[in-house]
């Protein structure tokens, strides 16, 4: 009582001063009512706000996408987010919109206020009628959680001035006061009045944001609005609202990930499903490539989630159902962006959708074969779109990680996997594959990999230790056969994963062979079918050789029958110019005539090394003459012959090592350009070496250059040269195997040159 007194007396006088000082009023009002006999009331200690900002936002990204869905609900078209020295803790992050910005009645009745209703009175907002996405309250312990201080700067348009305040959490609310005793200072800015919209610039960072982090942050950002609409549209919503991470932005992201072309056009099926007002539920899938259009209607009825939608691409990586990607990168793409996200009012409800997410039990019942057709959450890249009006008992937690898990949630879990479950039989039942276990008198028409079996039994190893722990024996009874039982699970389970861990990357190294193989067979079928043309173009060069020399050598007559010695001058430079053009088409033209017509003869025969590499090398005197290329031929013995092959099969070898040897020359710029060609036996094999003083061949790429695909020449070259396609060297090396050699990068290279190709040919013993 003598403490009221006492706090009545001091503000009694501090209203009687001429300018009462509003915080001490408040201060003092506050201590007389703490004060009041018969009565208690809660009050909030200045802590708890760093207490709900660390323990109500989980995670970076979740409190950067809260502060996201603030600019969208103001909004926003545009927001810019920057961090700076970000690499370690202490750095900053700015994130700047051109929303409406707030005024000073919304700071003091809105962002100053925890626990409004603002966003549930007014669900809409004002200029774009956007169903608003965060909820008040969460955005102050956002930044909280992020950083220790915050500058808040927020105008609206038609006002020279702004407004700023600064939050420092660390220092001012600290355990001990009151949090309603924690002041602010509002200070002003001047600024353009055609402009507004907010800054949030968070200070001194609690966490590094690492590159792996801020991959999480820009998948969070792509997947934060519904990124396609059913059929794989483009959401309208998400165009209208750009978002930059230090300049690089959310389209310029999905334009990169290319999905949409690239990925769920490869999908086998189309899977849908809604709930009605009624609670009836109604499941469909489409599939064009296997001719599937079916709709099923679901006897349960859903009291208690309310209506919705579910759509979904379903994904079996297989190569017959994948076109203009290759199956390892779909698989891949599968892994790191599938799975079934819910979106509530348009925006993502977090976790689910995740890669280490399984609320559906797609991941737990595919690994323990409960689900015999491909259903895993990689399987899938689908949406579940609820909102606030139609699903009220949908509530999110207070962390905003994730919904209450009510009878509301358990309805959504349900209608989700049966709706997979069932489009996934009914594609399975066309495709012929087993779709559950109790399905009786099933003849497979595939065959199991080992890894799906070692997994199948790793799945029951893994039962029975959970059903073993289940039927605990109480320690006192415990028999020392049930110990080595329990430990004899353990070391299996271990040995199972190990195994199939092993087993799981010699299938995928297989696979990935297996692929290139086809890949790599494809391109030859390609080449192949080319051959028809490219014999015709040689035909026609060689024909029109005789015709274009006669003409070009009238041509010469008329020009030196002119008086005009300029005229005259002139002509000849053109006519010279066209000879060295016509000459390079003639010695390609020569040379896929000969190597047309040494093709059509099946028969093998012993090729005069020598004189081969000189013919060869002599149809293309005037391209390498006009490239200033010295090339030198040292064939020892000069009889030196190949084993029987065919003598294209030589040329083709020694165009592929000419055309690498050209490229390398020109990237290098060497003043004195040269190639040799040399020739020995060594014991059974017989070896052509081809060197050239280009730019040499990288150590890192050495064991790569014989890889199918593999190329470091990419843009377009000349008529000979032309652009890579990474297969020459290895059809030199099909060519040196299907004669019991090889073909490889030699360390021993003759002074004066970079690189050195030898072509090992195997001469059997009767030769």
């Not at 029951?460 to 959970?466: D, F, G, H, L």
């Not at 199972?496 to 067979?521: D, G, M, P, V």
């Not at 002119?562 to 016509?582: F, M, V």
Request: hydrophobic share 35%; with cysteine; net charge negative.
């Amino acid at each position: 009582m003598q403490n009221t007194q006492k706090f009545r007396d001091e503000l009694t006088l501090e209203l009687q001063k001429e300018v009462p000082d509003p915080k001490v009023i408040a201060e003092l009002s506050d201590a007389i009512l703490n004060e009041t006999e018969g009565s208690v009331r809660f009050t909030v200690d200045a802590q708890h706000i760093n207490r709900l900002g660390l323990e109500l936002v989980g995670k970076q990204e979740t409190a950067l996408s809260e502060l996201i869905k603030n600019a969208y609900d103001a909004d926003a078209t545009e927001v810019n987010i920057t961090f700076a020295n970000f690499e370690k803790a202490g750095g900053e992050l700015i994130i700047a919109d051109n929303g409406v910005g707030m005024d000073i009645d919304t700071i003091r009745n809105s962002w100053m206020r925890l626990s409004t209703n603002e966003k549930g009175e007014n669900p809409v907002s004002e200029i774009f009628s956007r169903r608003r996405a965060g909820r008040k309250g969460i955005g102050r312990f956002a930044v909280q959680r992020l950083g220790t201080s915050l500058v808040l700067e927020t105008g609206q348009k038609g006002q020279k001035i702004g407004l700023r305040v600064v939050f420092s959490w660390d220092q001012d609310f600290k355990a001990g006061i009151s949090l309603n005793q924690v002041w602010h200072k509002i200070e002003t800015y001047e600024k353009d009045e055609v402009t507004s919209g907010t800054v949030l610039k968070i200070r001194d960072l609690r966490d590094r944001w690492t590159k792996p982090t801020l991959e999480r942050v820009w998948k969070s950002v792509l997947f934060l609005q519904v990124p396609f609409e059913p059929g794989g549209n483009q959401s309208k919503d998400s165009e209208n609202f750009l978002v930059s991470i230090n300049g690089a932005t959310n389209r310029q992201q999905r334009i990169d990930l290319n999905m949409k072309d690239n990925f769920l056009n490869n999908a086998v099926a189309q899977v849908s499903g809604w709930i009605d007002v009624s609670g009836i539920a109604t499941f469909k899938v489409v599939s064009e490539k296997l001719g599937i259009d079916e709709t099923f209607q679901s006897e349960d009825i859903y009291e208690f989630v309310g209506p919705l939608t579910f759509s979904s691409a379903y994904f079996i990586y297989l190569r017959e159902y994948m076109s203009g990607i290759s199956v390892r990168v779909a698989e891949k793409m599968g892994h790191s962006y599938g799975g079934i996200r819910v979106y509530r009012n348009g925006f993502r409800v977090l976790p689910y959708g995740e890669q280490n997410d399984d609320w559906l039990k797609l991941s737990f019942d595919s690994a323990r074969r409960n689900l015999l057709v491909p259903a895993n959450n990689f399987n899938f890249f689908g949406q579940v779109d609820v909102d606030g009006q139609s699903n009220p008992l949908l509530e999110e937690t207070s962390s905003r990680e994730g919904f209450i898990e009510n009878e509301a949630f358990e309805e959504l879990q349900v209608f989700c996997r049966r709706c997979i479950e069932w489009a996934a039989q009914r594609v399975g039942s066309v495709r012929k594959k087993k779709t559950s276990t109790s399905q009786q008198g099933f003849q497979p028409t595939y065959t199991r990999k080992p890894s799906e079996i070692i997994l199948e039994k790793l799945a029951q190893e893994e039962s029975k230790i959970e059903r073993d722990d289940d039927n605990q024996i109480p320690e006192d009874e415990l028999k020392p056969e049930n110990t080595d039982r329990n430990e004899n699970s353990g070391h299996n389970t271990e040995f199972l994963k190990e195994l199939y861990s092993k087993q799981r990357e010699y299938e995928q190294k297989t696979e990935e062979r297996i692929e290139l193989s086809i890949e790599y067979e494809n391109m030859l079928r390609i080449l192949a079918s080319l051959g028809i043309s490219i014999s015709l173009f040689g035909h026609e060069i060689k024909s029109a050789t005789t015709a274009v020399d006669n003409s070009l050598a009238v041509a010469e007559i008329d020009a030196e029958r002119l008086k005009d010695s300029r005229e005259r001058a002139q002509l000849e430079a053109d006519l010279n110019s066209l000879k060295t053009a016509t000459n390079r088409i003639f010695d390609l033209g020569s040379y896929v005539e000969a190597l047309v017509s040494k093709t059509r003869s099946r028969e093998l025969t012993e090729v005069h090394v020598d004189t081969a590499v000189r013919r060869f090398l002599g149809q293309f005197q005037s391209y390498m003459h006009k490239r200033n290329i010295n090339f030198d031929v040292d064939v020892q013995p000069v009889d030196l012959l190949t084993p029987k092959m065919h003598a294209s099969e030589l040329d083709s070898a020694l165009f592929n090592f000419l055309t690498n040897s050209v490229k390398a020359i020109e990237k290098a710029g060497v003043p004195n350009p040269m190639i040799r060609v040399s020739g020995r036996q060594q014991g059974d094999f017989v070896i052509v070496s081809f060197e050239d003083n280009g730019t040499g061949v990288p150590k890192e790429i050495e064991e790569r250059v014989f890889d199918a695909f593999f190329t470091t020449t990419e843009t377009d070259g000349d008529s000979i040269s032309g652009i890579g396609t990474g297969l020459g060297l290895q059809i030199v090396a099909d060519i040196a195997s299907a004669y019991g050699g090889s073909v490889s990068l030699s360390d021993d290279v003759t002074h004066g040159y970079s690189a050195r190709f030898d072509l090992k040919l195997r001469k059997s013993k009767q030769e």
